[in-house]
């Protein structure tokens, strides 16, 4: 039998000690991200310079605490249409040094700027006339006196009481390098369709490149019936196709009118004979409709704010291509 595992039972007083440990945590990284924002002066931009000028790729290295914010930063920039990538520093002088190219630039991030490690490879980085920027805590250590560019992530304390685990230094480290992916995202003129492109398996791919034709019901599966035929008819229909509706159309096959599972509870309602009345009397004329290229955000967009559960698709010429409802949307994982 496994052992139950006992929660220990703090008394008030190391309850509100712990929590005052950790305002004081997000007091002091706060405090140390806010100081960055007088940093962004024309190192920065000069960075950014470096970076849009490169035809190959940004290379970003880092040991330890900061080889993690590095592999997330490359990650970022990679997403947000600047290509790059990590390299570890220990590996990359045992080989994979030649991962990196001469049309490429690197981003080292090294809070003490003396990492043994980057300090090795670094006379390489140099002997290839690869651009190289700094992320350093230090602009006279040894890393940020022979960087192209220093990016000045210095902080006055680490949020670690013992002043040991990187803490601030790391949470100042990811916001440059997030703000210099931002920056190259916002001068490439990068867009969310261009975001969606590089994330085709996550809900925004899904959201901005899934078009209505992906989704909808066409063919044999789209309910129609003629603006002449009998209601009960048009519900036989709707009973088959399931959607909850059918699309009402001339004889070219044009679109004259919808009737819902709602057209027929208010035809109820007022008394309405649906054994001896035609669709087309108790139809809603037209209805909303979407275009097969359109993307599915928008049809769930315009379900919410008319609040209905289902639309027609039409071609440029108002000729019915196909149908979907809510249903469906939520089965694209679009909702």
Excluded: W
């Excluded at 791919?205 to 603006?227: A, N």
């Excluded at 159309?249 to 004979?273: C, E, M, Y």
């Excluded at 108790?282 to 639309?311: C, F, Q, Y």
């Amino acid at each position: 039998m496994k052992a139950e595992r006992q929660t220990p039972v703090l008394d008030q007083g190391e309850r509100d000690k712990l929590k005052q440990l950790g305002r004081a945590v997000v007091e002091t990284e706060a405090a140390a991200v806010a100081a960055l924002a007088a940093r962004m002066d024309d190192s920065f931009v000069r960075a950014c310079e470096l970076m849009l000028a490169c035809a190959g790729r940004i290379v970003v290295i880092g040991m330890g605490k900061s080889g993690h914010i590095g592999s997330k930063i490359a990650a970022t920039l990679a997403s947000t249409g600047s290509p790059a990538f990590f390299v570890h520093p220990g590996e990359a002088s045992h080989g994979d040094l030649g991962m990196i190219t001469t049309k490429d630039v690197v981003i080292a991030f090294s809070n003490s700027g003396e990492t043994e490690e980057i300090l090795t490879i670094m006379p390489l980085i140099k002997r290839l006339g690869v651009p190289l920027i700094a992320l350093t805590g230090s602009e006279t250590s040894s890393l940020g006196k022979g960087a192209d560019v220093h990016l000045d992530i210095s902080v006055e304390q680490e949020a670690c009481p013992l002043g040991l685990a990187p803490t601030s230094s790391t949470t100042v480290s990811l916001v440059m390098g997030d703000a210099l992916a931002v920056a190259m995202l916002e001068q490439r003129g990068f867009t969310a369709e261009d975001f969606a492109r590089s994330h085709p398996g996550g809900r925004l791919g899904r959201r901005l490149l899934l078009l209505i034709r992906d989704i909808m019901h066409s063919g044999e599966t789209l309910p129609r019936v003629s603006d002449n035929v009998q209601l009960v008819d048009a519900l036989m229909e709707m009973s088959r196709k399931g959607l909850g509706m059918t699309a009402v159309v001339d004889q070219q096959d044009k679109l004259v009118g919808i009737f819902t599972d709602g057209d027929l509870r208010r035809a109820v309602d007022q008394g309405v004979d649906i054994y001896h009345s035609k669709v087309g009397d108790l139809m809603t004329i037209n209805g909303r409709t979407v275009g097969p290229d359109d993307l599915a955000v928008e049809a769930l967009l315009l379900m919410e704010t008319h609040k209905i559960n289902a639309l027609l698709v039409v071609d440029q010429d108002n000729v019915l291509v196909g149908a979907l409802n809510m249903h469906d949307l939520l089965r694209a994982g679009v909702v």
